[in-house]
């Protein structure tokens, strides 16, 4: 059965202070692997696609890696508007007729001053 | 309007009520998607529609009934729901046929079922 698992579930940091949030999945065959971030009240904004193991992407403080079992988020010296719940979600091969997603239950982060 | 836009933003309705959501998509996609997000639970998918064609229906209750008149309009239809549909109901859509295509999402729907 395809799964994804996040932890931590919940996560503080102080401003400044580096840390990476953790996906890990199982599914047949990966075709893509997305992290999104989601304000309370909204709808989940999208961040990176991740397609293949070793590969990388960034984007201001956050930068997604991806290997053949998980994905890390890693956000450098965060600052208190990163504040928020980051999902991260896996479309199966069998489910690209779809566009299926499974997602994890999130990390829920909190960047204090 | 750009982007994913949902109407109406908050419901609030009594079990015998019959109401509908609005979705429409800005992004020139042809695939598009219902999501229920539930208090500490994960996003789940509901309906996928392809082309206007329903593609996935993810075991959901009759109660809940999926319209797609073209590929910039979804409508969720509800009729005699229970207290434990309260949830977030979110719309997205995406490119079919794209590989790993990237679903944007509207805002949500928040529902209240009394």
């Known amino acids: 059965e395809d799964q994804v698992t996040q932890s931590p579930e919940a996560l503080r940091l102080q401003e400044g202070e580096s840390s990476s949030l953790n996906c890990s999945y199982t599914?047949?065959?990966?075709?893509?692997l997305f992290w999104y971030r989601q304000d309370p009240g909204k709808g989940p904004e999208f961040l990176f696609t991740?397609?293949?193991a070793g590969e990388e992407k960034e984007k201001e403080r956050l930068k997604a890696t991806l290997t053949k079992k998980e994905s890390f988020l890693h956000i450098t010296a965060p600052k208190p508007e990163d504040s928020a719940t980051y999902l991260c979600?896996?479309?199966?091969?069998?489910?690209?007729?779809?566009?299926?997603?499974?997602f994890g239950q999130g990390t829920t982060l909190q960047v204090k001053p | 309007e750009t982007g994913v836009t949902q109407t109406p933003r908050h419901l609030v309705m009594g079990m015998t009520n019959k109401k509908s959501l609005k979705c429409e998509q800005h992004?020139?996609?042809?695939?598009m998607y219902w999501y229920k997000q539930s208090a500490k639970k994960p996003l789940e998918l509901m309906f996928v529609?392809?082309?206007?064609?329903?593609?996935e229906n993810n075991s959901v209750p009759s109660r809940f009934s999926p319209e797609c008149p073209n590929s910039s309009h979804l409508f969720l239809h509800l009729h005699t729901l229970q207290p434990e549909d309260s949830a977030l109901y979110l719309c997205?859509?995406?490119?079919?046929?794209?590989?790993?295509?990237?679903?944007?999402f509207g805002p949500g729907t928040r529902l209240t079922v009394l």
């Open positions: 997205a859509s995406s490119q079919k046929g794209a590989s790993g295509g990237t679903q944007y």
């Open positions: 599914v047949s065959g990966l075709r893509g």
């Open positions: 991740l397609y293949s």
């Open positions: 979600a896996v479309q199966a091969a069998g489910s690209s007729n779809t566009g299926k997603l499974i």
């Open positions: 992004l020139g996609h042809n695939a």
């Open positions: 529609y392809n082309f206007k064609e329903q593609t």
